[in-house]
């Protein structure tokens, strides 16, 4: 059992943490997938752009992502969803829709980043935790900010954040291909932050809502 568990960890967690290409496409992953809790679709664009033009290298079964269909549908993608959160209230609804779709997305942008022949479960696995995961916090923590700009101007500074929210998706694409290492090292501070400023909230507001229901009761 222990002897299956070395071998398994020798040939797999070791050798993928001792590859710098792997710690490299790692990286590149946690940015891209990141830049899914910004926007879904502008950092699957800039990976299919990316390995359209031969920068961005994928893993085998995620070369489809370069393909010009890949790119048209992408690209068409990203002009609806970037629009759609310019109409009042469909922001909203985009938030509810795209946070499951970017963790989907992350996990996807991270699996497809890591290149050599490794055991599936670890690749998926790190696909999950690091892309889904980034991707899931990040999305949450703006749809946070979405529904405090909502109750608090009626969403007249909504427009304001989706500006934001669509720089810091396209800046955070682009760096992440470029400036990998970089790129995850601020996504994993804004990740931390992040949690601890949603864990602060909910701390503050959920007891308060349970004792109102309570008190009616």
């Excluded at 990316?50 to 790119?71: D, V």
């Excluded at 696995?125 to 703006?142: K, R």
């Excluded at 700009?149 to 929210?165: D, F, K, R, W, Y």
């Excluded at 992440?176 to 909230?201: N, Q």
Aim: aromatic share 8%.
């Amino acid at each position: 059992m222990d002897t299956t568990i070395m071998q398994f960890v020798s040939k797999d967690a070791l050798h993928f943490f001792s590859d710098n290409k792997v710690l490299l496409s790692l990286v590149m992953g946690l940015g891209l997938s990141a830049s899914c809790g910004f926007r879904v679709f502008v950092p699957l664009l800039a990976a299919s752009i990316a390995t359209k033009m031969g920068i961005l290298h994928l893993g085998e079964g995620f070369l489809w992502m370069g393909s010009t269909a890949a790119l048209i549908c992408f690209g068409a993608a990203t002009i609806f969803e970037i629009g759609g959160y310019y109409i009042p209230f469909i922001d909203n609804i985009l938030d509810t829709i795209m946070t499951p779709a970017s963790v989907i997305a992350g996990t996807l942008l991270t699996a497809s980043a890591i290149l050599p022949d490794i055991d599936p479960m670890l690749k998926w696995g790190l696909g999950i935790i690091v892309g889904g995961g980034s991707a899931g916090i990040i999305q949450a923590g703006t749809a946070l900010t979405r529904a405090t700009s909502t109750a608090t101007t009626a969403g007249v500074a909504n427009p304001l954040v989706a500006t934001i929210e669509h720089i810091l998706a396209i800046v955070g694409s682009i760096f992440s291909i470029i400036i990998p290492f970089v790129i995850a090292a601020i996504v994993c501070i804004v990740i931390v932050v992040l949690l601890f400023f949603m864990i602060r909230y909910f701390k503050k507001h959920i007891p308060k809502t349970t004792l109102a229901t309570e008190n009616k009761k």
